[in-house]
């Protein structure tokens, strides 16, 4: 089914760039991981952090959602 994949972004530890993404079923989604990629801004191989795709969005787009504090 088109609905059991889940896109996951790979993410330099150091430097925060976008090093890559990939596709995967959510039983064999894994976000952990000790894989090290080279990182086109660090120029060197480095950890990758996973997270899923839209993550960092959905979390800015609910927090603007919250009511502002009375002043």
Do not use: W, Y
Request: proline share 7%; aromatic share 2%; with cysteine.
């Amino acid at each position: 089914m088109a609905g059991d994949t889940v896109d996951i972004v790979q993410i330099c530890e150091s430097c925060g760039t976008e090093i890559g993404a990939l596709s995967v079923k959510k039983e064999n989604m894994m976000l952990s991981s000790k894989e090290e990629l080279p990182c086109p801004q660090c120029k060197i191989a480095t950890t990758v952090v996973r997270e899923v795709a839209g993550r960092q969005d959905s979390i800015q787009h609910e927090a603007g959602t919250f009511p502002k504090p009375p002043m």
